[in-house]
């Protein structure tokens, strides 16, 4: 994929975190364990985000170029005819615009690969900013899609790989009857030494207002729709009765566009009279001090 490695110039790599709200999950980790640890011998990474965000420091902290360049929101007018202008001015600047400056930017940078951090689903831009610079383009694949647009299979099979994080991210392709792309798997990477517990449970448990003595289950992941937190709550509920102390942590942060999901939720838990049983943490940097403090960890 990459020419050979000169010993005298490390390869430059590109790499692009494709949220735009800046809030932090699983993909801003995945990324950082993987960036942080390259041989800075052999590569020399700039990682791109499109918001600001607070783990920025942590790549800096690892001596990690950094930049944010936002994501630009689409034009939208309200009548018939600005309707069919808006999407004509939102195509001419996703397809051309934008990927023209990116793809300078590509190459001011000297950049050797372009590393897209999320889907192909995500990054349209980026891609085609690397096949203008004529610069190979790789992905990461991280979610299990029950569908795929017809212009992401377009863009993703012009991609040199795409990078499924397991077997089974893989084989939904094949259950789509997806064919075409250059799929490989790299399972994640965790280092154990970044998830030390700092703090005991009691501790934990006492910041919550919680007794060492209750149940108490969690889960781990931002507040969406799909990770399923709704069905933890109603789980909870039919337990209430059997378990009158159980407790529960919901352990994340909520984007702008699953606010209205944290609010369905919240709602939920009122209507279930959980309220004095459902925490919701918000985003955490020691998310091995909560989940050591449950007993039960749900993946819904």
């Given at each position: ?61 690892a001596g990690v170029e950094t930049g944010v360049i936002p994501a630009r929101p689409a034009v939208v007018l309200p009548t018939p005819i600005g309707r069919i202008i808006a999407k004509a001015g939102n195509f001419l600047r996703g397809f051309a615009l934008e990927p023209w400056s990116l793809a300078r930017m590509m190459r001011r940078e000297r950049i050797d690969l372009v590393h897209l951090n999320n889907s192909i689903t995500r990054n349209h831009v980026w891609m085609i900013a ?171």
């Open positions: 994929m990459l020419p050979p490695t000169d010993a005298r110039e490390p390869r430059r790599i590109l790499y692009v975190e494709g949220n735009v709200d800046g809030t932090v999950g699983g993909s801003f980790f995945s990324l950082f364990y993987l960036v942080s640890r390259l041989d800075r011998s052999r590569y020399r990474p700039l990682v791109v985000f499109r918001a600001d965000n607070p783990i920025i420091p942590d790549f800096h902290a690397a096949r203008m610079a004529r610069i190979p383009c790789v992905t990461h694949e991280r979610g299990i899609n029950p569908h795929y647009p017809a212009r992401s299979l377009t863009l993703g099979r012009g991609l040199a790989a795409v990078i499924c994080i397991s077997d089974a991210v893989r084989e939904n392709f094949s259950e789509l009857g997806i064919h075409g792309l250059k799929l490989v798997t790299i399972p994640n990477a965790l280092d154990p030494e970044e998830l030390r517990v700092t703090r005991d449970s009691a501790q934990v448990r006492l910041e919550y207002g919680l007794s060492r003595e209750q149940p108490l289950v969690g889960m781990v992941g931002n507040i969406k729709h799909w990770k399923g937190q709704e069905v933890l709550i109603r789980g909870l509920a039919t337990l209430r009765d059997r378990f009158p102390e159980i407790a529960c942590l919901l352990i994340g942060d909520t984007s702008r566009d699953s606010a209205d999901y944290e609010r369905h939720i919240r709602e939920l838990v009122k209507q279930l009279n959980l309220v004095d049983r459902v925490i919701i943490t918000g985003y955490r940097t020691d998310v091995a001090d909560p989940v050591n403090a449950v007993q039960i960890l749900v993946h819904a």
